[in-house]
């Protein structure tokens, strides 16, 4: 069965930056057809796409965070990433990682096209 296990979450100061990992088990990273994708979660808020790839490596990134954060993937080691960086109070969250099931052509838009899910990895941000 997959299994999606997320790293790196921590206290990170206001500006500074914040790498997260996501080690992937029994999925393949060398067979085309998959996406793979960073969400999170604040207290009251509802779960939003922070970014995705695809296994062609094109991406896609939530407006709030692009040109800050940068997905990227280990093919090999197959892992995915997250670099976080000019991290603002409102970057704070819950972050998951999640994958697609089967053969797709591109990345779904919103969490409910991703099958695997990740437990967790919890970001905050002081001043």
């Known amino acids: 069965q997959v299994q999606l296990v997320e790293s790196g979450g921590g206290s990170v100061q206001a500006g500074g930056s914040l790498r997260l990992s996501c080690a992937a088990s029994?999925?393949?990273?060398?067979?085309?057809?998959?996406?793979m994708g960073w969400f999170r979660q604040a207290p009251g808020k509802e779960r939003e796409e922070v970014a995705s790839?695809?296994?062609?490596?094109?991406?896609r990134y939530a407006d709030s965070v692009k040109g800050r954060f940068t997905i990227s993937k280990d093919n090999a080691a197959t892992k995915l990433y997250l670099e976080m960086s000019s991290v603002r109070p409102e970057d704070a969250a819950m972050y998951y990682c999640?994958?697609?099931?089967?053969?797709?052509?591109?990345?779904?838009?919103?969490?409910?096209?991703?099958?695997?899910w990740g437990q967790g990895t919890q970001v905050t941000v002081s001043s």
């Open positions: 999640a994958g697609t099931s089967g053969i797709i052509g591109v990345c779904p838009v919103g969490s409910g096209g991703f099958a695997y």
């Open positions: 029994r999925y393949s990273f060398t067979i085309s057809g998959y996406c």
């Open positions: 790839i695809y296994s062609d490596g094109s991406t």
